[in-house]
């Protein structure tokens, strides 16, 4: 954090003060309440705005991104937990006579709107009951069912192909900070870097393909490792940085589609090496915005 300057990362305290602040006081109680969709789709929102910011995304990007990239769980994944671990600790161990009477009526009622909730909560994530499971391993469970449900959502956005899964989930990702090179490399990441494939781009034109290409007669998709590994458009910026190396030395071994997950940190490169990167993006994505503006 902080490579490039003295000071707070911004990424890194908005991700602290969401987390530690923010959610804990927007959850609070919850677990043994039900929230309604609307509710938790307004929350999500503006986790989203959140997630955006931190991984300086423009809001249209995929919700995915904030999940995986900046760790902000989902809020109903977040409400889900709270609420199969509160039932959990009220049927476990030992309790006065009463409440555990109550417990029992109340978990034995299945038109009780909290209870029906939870049920469904278990089904869904695919545990049987809660008496024969441990705390721990009930928190295990929910966790590799919440994570399947964004390995999920991440396969259903082919923008998001080149994007790694979290080395360590609903955590920042240590690569992210606040660093004008993060900034373009989450954007290629997101499969959003600009460039009028997704929306209209700085000129506010839009393309389906490739315009630098089209103008010498090649038709091709217009993406962004079309721009950052083949475009002869930037082919100069890609020569003059490391990229033309980087790619040519694993083009026997590998598709350019693996290249572009190991160039966008699949390869487990430090934050000094992925900085590096986010330099070269910078420069040969400069360099094809400029060679189209010309045409
Ligand atoms: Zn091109």
Redesign the pocket.
């Known amino acids: 954090m902080g490579c490039t300057r003295s000071g707070l990362d911004r990424a890194l305290t908005a991700y602290r003060l969401w987390e530690s602040c923010a959610i804990p006081g927007f959850l609070y109680g919850t677990e043994a309440m039900v929230i309604s969709k609307t509710t938790v789709k307004e929350l999500e929102k503006i986790q989203h705005s959140v997630g955006s910011f931190i991984l300086q995304l423009p809001q249209s990007s995929s919700q995915v991104m904030g999940w995986m990239e900046a760790g902000l769980q989902p809020i109903q994944q977040r409400l889900d937990t709270k609420s199969v671990l509160f039932a959990h600790s009220l049927t476990a161990g030992k309790k006065d006579p009463i409440i555990k009477a109550v417990v029992d009526a109340t978990l034995a009622d299945l038109t009780d709107p909290w209870t029906k909730r939870v049920q469904a909560i278990l089904e869904e994530a695919g545990i049987d009951n809660l008496v024969n499971i441990s705390k721990r391993m009930l928190k295990r469970r929910m966790r590799e069912h919440h994570v399947s449900q964004l390995r999920q959502a991440k396969s259903d956005h082919s923008s998001l192909r080149w994007l790694t899964e979290p080395k360590e989930w609903f955590k920042l990702q240590v690569h992210i900070n606040d660093s004008k090179q993060c900034a373009v490399l989450n954007q290629v990441r997101a499969g959003d870097a600009g460039l009028g494939n997704r929306r209209p781009n700085h000129l506010g034109l839009t393309y389906k393909e490739?315009p630098?290409?089209s103008a010498i007669g090649i038709r091709?998709l217009l993406n962004e490792l079309?721009?950052i590994l083949?475009?002869?458009?930037s082919g100069h910026a890609r020569r003059a940085t490391g990229i033309d190396v980087f790619l040519k030395v694993r083009l026997p071994l590998m598709t350019e589609h693996a290249i572009m997950i190991e160039f966008l940190g699949g390869d487990g490169a430090n934050v000094e090496t992925m900085m590096l990167r986010g330099d070269w993006t910078l420069t040969v994505l400069e360099e094809w915005r400029l060679a189209i503006a010309q045409l």
Request: hydrophobic share 30%; net charge negative.
């Open positions: 490739c630098w290409c091709v079309h721009v083949d475009c002869p458009g």
